[in-house]
């Protein structure tokens, strides 16, 4: 599993409090935490408004970028600022995110085409975000056709089908998978990953949903999430999920996790 | 005639709606004014469920059943509210804001709304100011619900503040504002008419700015 940490994000109460008084101190944690939990990147949201977004963006990069090595995901719904902030970053990361909206991908794809840097793709276009997997499928497969015309090799795709909620959309699990399954069929090299908590929206408890959330949606190819890998509940499911499919070869990820105090707490002896 | 009205509304917050929709046939049978079955069967509700909502007593699936049960009741009663002239008690234009694709905060504020006796107009998702003002003409609204989930959208809610206020209906229409990443002072600081921080709430604020 490629985990993308979610927590640096000013739409996350705690963050933006300490974005909005450039609290360094707090930010510097939350990256090293989630590091150590194993994010293997971490996504970096501004979460403020579009006047002062570029300059937040890059000082919360700047400070990930000193703290830690793992490679920064440059999170903003508008790709103007994910370009400006590219030569800001180190080391190719990923953009997150591009869509089959207005002209994101034509914008942003002649940029990263050469190069490592990893993409996220959410299937929603200007009619807006679907609940069937139909259309999810349909615009991945336009997301797809444009990213191959820049030569964009598939296994830099990361595709978010964009879970609904299931409180209001009693289908929202279902539907993602189906989607997240063709889109997997159609591009075998692509990668797969979701917003995992976006599904239990307006539901008590979120995290028993979002733990069988994700273990279902492992269960049909998902191989990358953005989620808080500092949460444990989250994390026993991932480990254990992953020894349930065979994925965990003898069990190393899961004992090893458990030893580190990563999920479980250890008997005394 | 008040214990059949009580159950219309205990009925609605538990989102049974064919019984709904038939004990408001009854009572109208029976001669109870429809307005009345408005205010105190269906209305008094969703009353209730919004406080609960509010309280997190309830959840978002019991809202959507209650507003779904709402809306059967709803159903049957309106061409008696339309026979004796009665209107709903304000109308409003809602909408997510251009560029923002998210609803599910909008269309509970929505729901909440109806469940206030309010009219409500739905623009949809990706909304253009001009749609807004257009809207709000149309369909002589008193106020014009704006919702961003994107901090790089927020910005488009100034906008339709700002054309509202300049254009012909200013002072006629309110504004009210919300989703993620929206304070009261981000309202303030664009002159919108009123922030809330959630559905239930932003329900309550219509209600008094229409009464």
Known sequence: ?269 | MSELLKEISENLQIGKAKIVAELVGRALSEGIPPQKILDDGLLAGMGIIGAKFKANEVFVPEVLVAARAMNKGTEILKPALAAEGISAKGKAVIGTVKGDLHDIGKNLVKMMMEGRGIEMVDLGVDVPPERFLEAAKEHGASIVCCSALLTTTMGEIKNVVELIKSSDIAGKVKVMIGGAPITRAYCDQIGADSYSPDAASAAEAAEALIS
């Open chain 1, 1 to 269: 599993m490629i985990i993308i940490g979610e927590k640096i994000n000013g739409s996350i109460p705690s963050a933006a409090k300490a974005i909005a008084e450039r609290d360094e101190a707090y930010i510097r944690e939350l990256a090293r935490k989630q590091s150590e939990s194993g994010a293997d990147y971490l996504d970096v949201n501004a979460g403020t408004p579009p006047d002062i977004e570029r300059e937040t963006l890059a000082w919360l990069i700047g400070l990930v970028q000193d703290e830690v090595d793992t490679p920064i995901c440059i999170d903003s719904s508008n790709p103007e600022t994910i370009l400006e902030m590219i030569p800001l970053v180190k080391k190719p990361g990923m953009i997150n995110s591009v869509s089959d909206e207005a002209n994101k991908c034509e914008r942003l794809f002649p940029h990263v085409a050469s190069g490592e840097w990893k993409i996220i793709a959410l299937t929603c276009d200007d009619r807006g975000i679907p609940a069937a997997p139909d259309r999810k499928f349909e615009i991945a497969g336009a997301i797809m056709k444009k990213a191959d015309s820049f030569g964009i090799a598939q296994d830099r795709i990361f595709f978010d089908a964009l879970v609904n909620t299931v409180g209001t959309t009693p289908l929202a699990q279902v539907s993602f998978t189906e989607a997240s399954r063709r889109i997997k069929e159609a591009f075998p090299g692509v990668h797969l990953t979701s917003g995992l908590s976006n599904i239990s929206f307006g539901m008590p408890c979120r995290k028993a949903i979002n733990q069988c959330f994700l273990t279902l949606a492992m269960n049909s190819g998902l191989d990358s999430a953005i989620m808080d890998p500092t949460n444990s509940d989250m994390r026993a499911a991932l480990y254990a999920t992953q020894v349930l499919l065979a994925l965990d070869e003898d069990c190393v990820d899961y004992l090893s996790a458990y030893r580190g105090g990563l999920f479980g707490v250890p008997k005394k002896p």
